[in-house]
């Protein structure tokens, strides 16, 4: 999460780790308290970053300003 906080406009490190949180929870090595912080984790990540992309992809091609879309926000929306 350092990587995020140092680069907040580079999505694709909170991308990375949502998925190492991920990652953990489904890993048979992690011990069950791990599976459920990390699996937490992980579902409160995705939730807010994909209220951070809009609903509506036509929109943002009207407003040039606004930076376009990347890969890791497509997969924010599945």
């Known amino acids: 999460m350092s990587l995020q ?3 907040p406009k580079s999505r694709k ?3 990375w780790a949502i998925f190492l949180c991920y990652l953990i ?3 048979p090595a992690s011990s ?3 599976r459920k912080l990390f699996g937490t984790l992980a579902y409160r990540m995705i939730s807010k970053a994909a209220e951070s992309v809009p609903s509506d992809p036509v929109g943002i091609f009207l407003f040039p300003l606004r930076k376009p879309f990347l890969q890791q926000d497509f997969l924010f929306l599945i």
């Open 5 to 7: 906080n140092n680069f």
């Open 13 to 15: 490190y909170y991308f």
């Open 25 to 27: 929870t489904v890993d």
């Open 32 to 34: 069950e308290a791990d």
